[in-house]
Structures are given as structure tokens and as C-alpha cells.
């Protein structure tokens, strides 16, 4: 149901379960995601950045998405700098994901992580993971900048994202 924009709470009363439970539950919980494919055409990689408790503790989300299926194929966690923009790169070869070509903003710390792969800069070639941003922000609450629904533990905030992301990839959102 957070999958859907609805928080801990509304998730609690519309199944008559205490919100202690559909938090263990979501704690649980279990969804990765695994590319679908092991060589796409082109990545487009972007970042997207949320907050934990406060908005003064940001949490940067990048990733990496293929518009033409509309699918999640890697992503990490971390500060908006060139060590995490290093882990996706890593994240994708330990996936043994490649791709023809990639495609990001022009962005510092994406242009040196991806050094060596053929590039194709602008917001012009990001549309399509663009477009995701708005579907997360729309479809998860704790996302969005100005909300009273948010993640009090980086832990819960992670597993959240990693439901949203399975139902996307999957074709439930």
C-alpha cells in the first residue's frame, strides 16, 4: 500500500492492524530488484534526494533506469558526491549489467564515474528518468519535499523504496 501513497497510518486503520505491526511487517519485508536484462541499449542516470526524519537529513537516491521498459535496474544509497555515484557504476558491473550507451544531466561526479562509457549529456536524454522522479513523487509520500508523511528510521525509508521499486519494475504502478 505505500507503493500506492498511502502511509503507515492509513495503511494501519484500513486493515484494523496497529501500526507497530504494518511497520514490522514492512521491516521484513524482503523486495530486490534484478535487472529483467543483462545489456541494455541506454541507462539514463539521475539523482533524486528525500529526507529522514528531517529535511535537514537528506538522503540521496541514484540510480539507474531504462525508458524503454520503464524498469529500476540498479540503485544506491548515499551523499550526492562522486563516492556515491562510483557505487552505481560498481553496483551495475556486480550486476554484470551493460550497456550501450548511458545518458545523465551534466553533472560532475556521473561524468567521472562513467569515464570510460560512451555518454550522451543533457537534459534532453533524461526524460524518461525524469518522468520516474515524478512517479515516485507521486506515488510515495515520503518522497515529496513538503509532506507530513515521513520516514522516521533510514531503514524503513529504504525498505519503502525498495516496494515501490519492485512494484514498478514489475508493472503494479
Given amino acids: 500500500m505505500t507503493a500506492r501513497g498511502c502511509g503507515i497510518r492509513d495503511i494501519a486503520v484500513i486493515t484494523s492492524v496497529s501500526i ?13 530488484i534484478i535487472p529483467k536484462k543483462h545489456y541494455y541499449e541506454r541507462l539514463e542516470v539521475d539523482e533524486f534526494w528525500t529526507y ?23 540503485y544506491v544509497w548515499g551523499k550526492r558526491d562522486l563516492k556515491t ?5 560498481a553496483r551495475l558491473k ?6 550501450g550507451s548511458v545518458s545523465m544531466d551534466n553533472w560532475d561526479s556521473f561524468l567521472t564515474a562513467f569515464k570510460g562509457d560512451h ?12 518522468g520516474n522522479n515524478c ?12 509532506t507530513c508523511c515521513f520516514s522516521k528510521k533510514l531503514d524503513n525509508h529504504f525498505k519503502a523504496f525498495d516496494l515501490v521499486f519492485f512494484y514498478i519494475n514489475h508493472g503494479y504502478v
Fill in 94 to 99: 556486480q550486476l554484470k549489467v551493460s550497456y
Fill in 85 to 89: 555515484a562510483k557505487k552505481l557504476r
Fill in 20 to 32: 507497530g505491526k504494518v511497520l514490522s511487517t514492512l521491516g521484513s519485508s524482503i523486495y530486490k
Fill in 119 to 130: 555518454k550522451q549529456v543533457g537534459k534532453q536524454h533524461t526524460v524518461g528518468i525524469e
Fill in 135 to 146: 512517479r515516485l513523487r507521486h506515488r510515495l509520500r515520503r518522497a515529496v519535499r513538503k
Fill in 52 to 74: 529522514v526524519y528531517r529535511k535537514k537529513r537528506k538522503v540521496w537516491l541514484i540510480y539507474a533506469y531504462d525508458r524503454a521498459t520503464n524498469e529500476i535496474v540498479a
